[in-house]
């Protein structure tokens, strides 16, 4: 390979031809550097060197072969790469958009109705933990009807069960600590004004006060059954205070729960 | 405690049904004459319809009807007066099954607070209510050895309902008596006021509204939380403890029932007797020596209490647990205490 050959195939075939066309007389090719031959024209070149000739035939062959492959598209993700490496600060912008815009996937048909089983054996097993039993063996536990209904009346009104709540949390006011002095004044002042007794009346009185103190024992045996044989202490209770919280929630239920509705 | 004394749905009633029939069968006619010392019933025409009092037995648990029934206590305690006020809702599927829902509070006036907290323990305590507060027949022959039961001839309407209306008095130690108006068709008692022998009002209810065959789809019958079984011979010996029964009953009482029932918040059994005179109850449970003595009473002390005429006794006896109830007198309860544990 001479150096006409080497120059001849500095360039593609169509590029030097297309120069030549272009200017004629145009300067010699400064890539080739200073005292390179001027471009000799394909045709002439290649008519006294075969070797090039068949290079440039070879070279035009390959070239019309690559333009007529059909062109590739870009890939689409290929701008936001670019953007994305070229402006760093937007990513989240960009990020929040891109999910913005995705679709919302359907749920699966049975996905339902399995989370429903689920929920429904957790919450069985809890009340199995309460109830200490079997819930195949029970039925779920519901909230009592009357429950539902108090709640429903005072969703129903809810001003006035705030006000019934309010009122009711007050705190009764005692009496002044003066007041049962003055009363016991105003009561011993009013006394010496009753009429006396006659004396006779008196003291019929008195004898019938100290007979009814001798017969009070009997009456209040009769009145409770008579003292009983028993091999055990009776202890009664007299005043609410003295019943334990057993036998005083017993005495409720029995009566119906005349102690427990708003009595002290 | 109340649901402790919740009761099984038994059919006991059944039973006790064909009781009475055979004694119907037993007289002459459909009606029968009592006589008694009592000036009470000698001043009155003593006409029983016995042909009624076997509706009676058997109406709480085998007819359907709804209705709304207004109750009145007005008890003089010792530890001052008390009275109450309520209405409430019945059901009975006519099948065993029941409900009461309490409506409102009429007296005393509370709080709303206090208000709510009395109907959710009164629905609580409906399985104790129905079963044993009611006024019902539980054994026609007790009920009609125990008691003069008269009926005046007197017709009166309750609730829209033909009733007559009989009056119930026991035999021998009254201290109260019954003027009761029972639905002719159903035996359903619509009115009952319990009184003292000198007509002190103690206990009132009246039904205001009534229905039969209502449609309860909606209704929440009556679930007992409490478990209770018969208390025969296989199950005695799962108790824990020899039960003890007593053997001096108050007077005119039989054995209705023996069971145990589960306490489970000390995870123990208590054998549970139940008695009747054929109209009121008496209750005596053995809790065993579980826990020791009862908490708040002593060995060997009993705690007497009442209210109106319900009387409780309940302590520890030989480190037992015992308890009896009942609107008989406190010395036929003490003696029935003492008989069961000892001799």
């Known amino acids: 390979m001479t150096i006409s050959c080497q120059s001849f195939r500095a360039e593609p075939p169509e590029r030097r031809d297309a120069a030549r066309d272009a200017a004629p007389d145009a300067a010699p090719d400064p890539a080739i550097g200073p005292g390179a031959p001027a471009l000799e ?37 290929l701008e936001g790469r670019v953007a994305a490496t070229l402006q760093a600060g937007h990513r989240q912008a960009r990020a929040v958009t891109a999910v913005q815009g995705l679709a919302r996937l359907p749920l699966p048909l049975d996905l339902e109705g399995a989370v429903r089983s689920a929920a429904e054996q957790s ?6 933990r309460l109830l200490g039993r079997d819930r195949r063996a029970a039925p779920p536990l519901r909230a009592p009807s009357v429950l539902e209904r108090l709640v429903r009346e005072e969703l129903s009104d809810l001003p006035r069960a705030r006000a019934r709540r309010f009122l009711g949390s007050l705190v009764r006011l005692g009496a002044p600590s003066a007041l049962e002095p003055r009363v016991a004044h105003d009561l011993t002042r009013v006394a010496p004004a009753r009429a006396r007794v006659p004396r006779g009346l008196a003291w019929g009185a008195l004898a019938a006060g100290l007979l009814a103190v001798a017969l009070l024992p009997s009456v209040l045996r009769e009145g409770t059954g008579g003292e009983v044989d028993v091999h055990f202490r009776v202890v009664r209770a007299d005043t609410l205070e003295d019943l334990d919280p057993v036998s005083r929630a017993l005495i409720d239920a029995v009566s119906g729960g005349i102690l427990s509705a708003g009595n002290p | 405690m109340s ?17 009475l029939i055979a004694l119907a069968c037993d007289r002459a006619d459909s009606s029968f004459s ?6 009470t019933s000698e001043r009155l025409a003593v006409q029983v ?19 709304t029934r207004r109750h009145e206590v007005r008890w003089n305690l010792p530890f001052g007066q008390r009275q109450l006020v309520y209405r409430e809702n019945v059901f009975s599927d006519g099948a065993g099954g029941f409900a009461i829902d309490p409506v409102a509070l009429l007296e005393p ?12 323990m009164q629905k609580a305590r409906e399985g104790f209510l129905y079963r044993y507060r009611d006024f019902r027949v539980h054994d026609a022959g007790l009920f009609l050895a125990n008691y003069v039961i008269v009926d005046p001839g007197t017709a009166v309407s309750v609730a829209g309902r033909n009733c007559a209306e009989l009056w ?16 002719l068709e159903t035996g359903i008692a619509l009115s009952v006021r319990e009184e003292s022998l000198q007509g002190i009002l103690l206990t009132s209810m009246e039904y205001e509204r009534f229905s039969l065959a209502p449609d309860l789809s909606q209704v929440e019958l009556h679930d007992p939380q409490v478990q209770e079984e018969p208390l025969d011979e296989s199950a005695s010996p799962t108790l824990g403890f020899a039960p003890a029964e007593p053997r001096l009953l108050p007077s005119g009482y039989r054995r209705l029932e023996a069971t145990r029932v589960y306490d489970a918040e000390e995870r123990g059994w208590w054998a549970k007797y ?4 054929g109209l009121e109850l008496v209750f005596f449970l053995h809790g065993g020596e579980r826990g020791g003595e009862t908490a708040g009473v002593d060995a060997d002390v009993i705690q007497a209490s009442s209210v109106g005429p319900w009387r409780v006794l309940r302590g520890s006896l030989r480190g037992q647990r015992v308890l009896a109830m009942g609107k008989a007198p406190e010395p036929e309860l003490l003696r029935m205490i003492d008989s069961a544990f000892f001799r």
């Open chain 2, 168 to 183: 119930i008095e026991r035999r021998d130690g009254a201290s109260r008596r019954f003027r009761v108006a029972v639905d």
């Open chain 2, 49 to 67: 319809a016995s042909p009624l009092v076997a509706k009676m037995l058997s109406a709480p648990d085998h007819v359907r009807f709804r209705g």
């Open chain 2, 109 to 120: 006036t509370v709080s709303w607070l206090e208000r709510d907290v009395f109907l959710l």
């Open chain 2, 34 to 39: 009592v006589s008694s010392s009592n000036d």
């Open chain 1, 123 to 128: 919450v069985g097993d809890a009340e199995g």
């Open chain 2, 3 to 19: 649901s402790a004394m919740a009761p099984r749905r038994t059919p006991r009633a059944l039973a006790a049904g064909l009781l």
């Open chain 1, 41 to 77: 024209p394909t045709s002439e070149h290649a008519r006294v060197c075969d070797e090039c000739a068949t290079w440039a035939r070879r070279w035009k062959e390959r070239a019309a072969s690559l333009a007529s492959l059909q062109r590739q598209s870009v890939p689409a993700d």
């Open chain 2, 274 to 277: 139940t008695y009747s005179d």
